[in-house]
Structure formats: C-alpha cells, structure tokens
Antibody, heavy 119, light 110 residues
C-alpha cells in the first residue's frame, strides 16, 4: 500500500520563504510521478506541476512557472514544493499526489498541507 | 476559469441516476488524452474514482462509470446514495503534457 505523508500546516508572513514536503512509503517507485495541486479556500483543484522521481524531470503549469519550485530526493522518495517569497494569495491547501503510466490518474494522495500567509 | 468545463452543481434523489459532464477541446480531451475523475468528500483529500476514461480502481463501486467521446467526457452515478454527496472533478492533460482540471461539480443528494 502506497502512502504519501505531507509535512504539517504552516503559518507564514508575506515575503517569507517556505518548503513543504511529501514523503512516499510503501510501493513508491522511482518511475512514479509526483504532482503538486493547489486548492484555494472554497475553490477547485489546480494542477501546479509534476516531477518524475527517477530523473527529476519537472513540468510546471504556466500559471505556476516561476512562482514555485518543485524538487525531489528519490533516495528518500520525497518531493518538495517551495516558495521564495510568499504572498497572501498563496494561502491554500496543497496536495501531493502520485501518478503512474499504468493509470494516468492520481491514485494516491497526501493528506494535504494547509499554508496560511497573513501579516 | 478552468480549462475543462463542468456544471457547478447537479442533484438527484436517492436511487436516481445523475451524470456530470466535462467539456474540453481539441488541445486536451479531443487530442486523445485520457480523462480521470475524482471524488472529494468535505474536508478530505480527493480520491480517484475513474481512470483512463472508464476504468474503476479497486474498491470503487460499479455504480460509478465513465465515458468519453470527442472533446467531452461524462461521469454517471446510478443508485444514488447519501454518501455520494461530494465534489467531483474531471482531469486530463493538454498537448504540452500539463494537467488540466475541471472546475468541479457539487453533487447534492436530495
């Protein structure tokens, strides 16, 4: 059974930096892809970007390119999402999710990390 | 404005059948990219409901089914139950292999 465990909730001020994590356990393979998805309060899901654990190939949504950085450490099956300068509009729940070539869909999800940015 | 278009809400009585549409374009669904559906219960992470247009992961009841035609896809739920009340999202990819989502549909069981 695959599990994705995300780091805990964060409260930050505008302009601060942040890095959140998503650690996989169980049957996570280096041939898996891990995506980050945003859900703003009361809103729908947004695809931010995805990273291939094997070689850290990354694709960003145009909406998030340059706004966040996605990275991974395949040796510990962990993906990261980071901001260099947070804005109030970054306040949201962030999910990581796994996809494989077998399903194409996101078959396992993290529990979510709530990021609150407020002065 | 989401790339894929879903109705904001649908409703149905227990036992009835409802469908949720997901309309894309020739840059995503119509470009032969698969459609996946997710169910999000209040306060929880989404759950994969249908993958590859019409396939159910293990554990998903056969009351849920998916189909795709041209630039659109649909999720059908038969024998509606109270626990089906949730938000439903469709997802696909575009020609640059970036993921795209629908805006979500709130299902209310009357």
């Amino acid at each position: 059974e695959v599990q994705l465990v995300q780091s805990g909730a964060e409260v930050k001020k505008p302009g601060e930096s942040l890095k959140i994590s998503c650690q996989g356990s169980g049957h996570i393979l280096t041939t898996d892809w891990i995506a980050w998805l945003r859900q703003m309060p009361g809103k729908g899901l947004e695809w931010m970007g995805i990273i291939y654990l094997y070689d850290s190939d990354i694709r960003y949504s145009p909406s998030f390119q340059g706004q966040v950085t996605i990275s991974a450490d395949k040796s510990i099956s962990t993906a990261y999402l980071q901001w260099s300068s947070l804005k109030a509009s970054d306040t949201a729940m962030y999910y990581c999710a796994r996809t494989t070539v077998t399903t194409g869909g996101f078959d396992y999800w993290g529990q979510g990390t709530l990021v609150t940015v407020s002065s | 404005q989401s790339v894929l278009t879903q109705p904001p809400s649908v409703s149905g009585a227990p036992g009835q059948r409802v469908t949720i549409s997901c309309t894309g374009s020739n840059s995503n669904i119509g470009a032969n990219y698969d459609v996946h559906w997710y169910q999000q219960l209040p306060g929880t992470a989404p759950k994969l409901l249908i993958y590859g247009n019409s396939n159910r992961p293990s554990g998903v009841p056969d009351r849920f089914s998916g189909s795709k035609s041209g630039t659109s896809a649909s999720l059908a739920i038969t024998g509606l139950q109270a626990e089906d009340e949730a938000d439903y999202y469709c997802q696909s990819y575009d020609s640059s292999l970036r993921g795209v989502f629908g805006g979500g549909t709130r299902l209310t069981v009357l």
